[in-house]
């Protein structure tokens, strides 16, 4: 059974940074693909970063330059580094994993099977 557990939230003011974690259990995290994703109140579950099992990252356009995604595969951690953080970028954070996404580009949540259960951005100005 595909356990996903993130930590790392928490509240930053405006430029500020985080580092989310995301230990994966129960299969082998180097073969999956993986993502980041977010949801603000009132708001869709929107994608924020994947990356493959090859190690092929992909970024939406209001992160990119900001956010890093990256995992460590000894450790079957994902991570999301997230620097110059912005009020718009408070959301519940949610780690995802898939055996494959044929478009991991795309960032749709619907492609993804096992979730986390969320850890909590708030920025503040």
């Known amino acids: 059974q595909v356990q996903l557990v993130e930590t790392g939230g928490g509240s930053v003011q405006v430029g500020g940074s985080l580092r989310l974690s995301c230990v994966a259990s129960g299969y082998t995290h180097s073969s999956y693909c993986m993502a980041w994703f977010r949801q603000a109140p009132g708001k869709e579950r929107e994608g924020v970063a994947a990356?493959?099992?090859?190690?092929?990252?992909y970024y939406a356009d209001s992160v990119k330059d900001r956010f890093t995604i990256s995992k460590d595969n000894n450790k079957n951690t994902l991570y999301l580094q997230m620097n110059n953080l912005q009020p718009d970028d408070t959301a519940v954070y949610y780690c995802a994993s898939e055996p494959f996404v044929p478009r991991l580009w795309a960032l749709e949540y619907t492609d993804f099977g096992d979730w986390g259960q969320g850890t909590q951005v708030t920025v503040s100005s």
């Open positions: 990356i493959g099992n090859g190690g092929d990252t």
